[in-house]
């Protein structure tokens, strides 16, 4: 069959496997076990030598359904989900290291991710933080001991962009896992298997359930990595082929040992929101170049972070990889206007701390995520007092650029 295109692929994935009574979607399977008519069918699925579900932590079939999906999206071959973005992104670290293991970061992280690092840096294993829009920043923080490096697509709220490509390129060169987390842009506007991921996280809440409405995360095995070059596969997982080690591993020690699994219920919300990604994301794109544009020419603001300007310090990064800009901007008002009344006078805008959503997201950054690490902190990472950060939605862009013309006065 001719290869078909995203949205197209997306949408007609539950007919590709076994249809259940002609459904179109993939039907919610609440049942938490699975009864067996032979013993010895049973005992397969236990030993993998039979597809088949026994206990719903370690999956169900709509959530099944929904990894298929999120594989296709990626252009992976295999998916593994999870209760949230966070479980996700606990699950494959600690499933994946071992004590003594070293990681280098990106020192630009969705603070939750930033935290879980540090985290892991009490269980003993050691982080290196370093700015990875310069892959020589990487390239220098690399040891003996390196067991992978990760990195954001684009960053939020300040918008730095990776290295992505000559990362991939080092990672390739050095027999290196590297671990890219695509939330940000999406599948739609990026695909990090095109510049040499091995793993992909998405959190499923953003972009790809994208209506607010459901919690997920996902970790994609793109194909690219020799698992054979992996030393922290356990010695039970080696008898399937490599290409299957790492998910193996991650769905075993991750997903059944952890126990952070994905609902059915949610998979369902999820996978009916992938079914129109690309519609939103396009919108949501246009809403924040219009967004950006007119933010950037205003008196009251000071500084606008978003991609999609040419003065944005990657701005060339993100033309060369990425489909569209992203729907994530941050600016800095001047200081006559105080941050707090310029929210409240919003009346499209929400004032929440979601990304992702359909409908626009304000929030105010220093008061907020990121109030707990301080004053200091907040100033190494380049987050001004007065920044806002603004998820844009698919709202009429009149409207949208309305309201915010009205707010800043
Ligand atoms: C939100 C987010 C996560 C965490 O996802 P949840 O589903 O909220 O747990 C991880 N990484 C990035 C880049 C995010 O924006």
Not at 31 to 46: C, I, K, M, P
Not at 104 to 126: E, H, I, P
Not at 243 to 263: C, H, N, S, Y
Request: proline residues 3%.
């Amino acid at each position: 069959m001719k290869v078909q295109g995203f949205t197209t692929s997306i949408l007609h994935s539950d007919r590709s496997s076994t249809i259940e009574h002609g459904a179109l979607h993939k039907p919610l399977h609440v049942s938490v076990a699975y009864g067996y008519h032979h013993t010895r069918d049973l005992a397969a699925v236990f030993q993998g030598s039979s597809q088949g579900y026994a206990y719903g932590r370690q999956g169900n079939p709509t959530t099944d359904a929904l990894e298929t999906k999120v594989t296709a999206m990626e252009g992976g071959i295999a998916t593994v989900c999870f209760s949230t973005g966070m479980a996700a992104l606990g699950a494959a670290f600690l499933a994946l290291l071992r004590s003594g293991d070293h990681v280098v970061a990106s020192q630009f992280l969705f603070g939750n991710t930033n935290s879980l690092l540090n985290t892991l840096a009490d269980l003993n294993l050691s982080i290196s933080f370093v700015d990875a829009t310069d892959v020589r920043n990487v390239e220098g923080a690399l040891t003996e001991r390196t067991r992978l490096v990760f990195v954001e697509t684009i960053a939020n709220p300040r918008t730095q962009i990776a290295d992505l490509a000559r990362i991939g390129e080092l990672c390739r060169a050095r027999g290196m896992l590297y671990v890219v987390d695509n939330t940000m842009t999406s599948p739609w506007l990026f695909k990090p298997k095109e510049v040499g991921a091995g793993l992909v996280v998405n959190s499923l809440t953003k972009y790809i359930g994208g209506h607010g409405n459901a919690l997920g995360g996902s970790v994609t095995d793109t194909g690219l990595f020799d698992w054979t070059r992996f030393p922290n596969i356990a010695q039970n997982y080696r008898s399937r082929p490599p290409a299957l080690w790492g998910v193996t591993q991650l769905r075993k020690k991750g997903l059944r040992d952890m126990g952070g699994t994905l609902a059915a219920s949610e998979a369902h919300h999820l996978s009916v929101g992938a079914e129109t990604l690309a519609l939103r994301m396009e919108r949501q794109c246009a809403n924040a170049r219009a967004l950006a544009a007119l933010l950037s020419a205003h008196p009251h603001v000071k500084v606008v972070h978003y991609p999609g300007l040419p003065t944005h310090p990657q701005h060339e990064f993100a033309r060369a990889w990425f489909r569209n800009f992203g729907a994530l901007l941050s600016f800095e008002l001047s200081e006559e206007i105080n941050p707090f009344d310029f929210l409240d006078r919003l009346s499209i805008a929400v004032i929440s701390s979601n990304l992702g959503d359909n409908r626009t997201l304000v929030i105010p950054v220093a008061h907020t995520i990121f109030w707990e690490m301080g004053a200091e902190r907040r100033a190494e990472m380049g987050i001004a007092e007065s920044l806002i950060r603004v998820s844009v939605g698919i709202e009429d862009e009149a409207d949208l650029i309305g309201d915010f013309k009205q707010a800043l006065g």
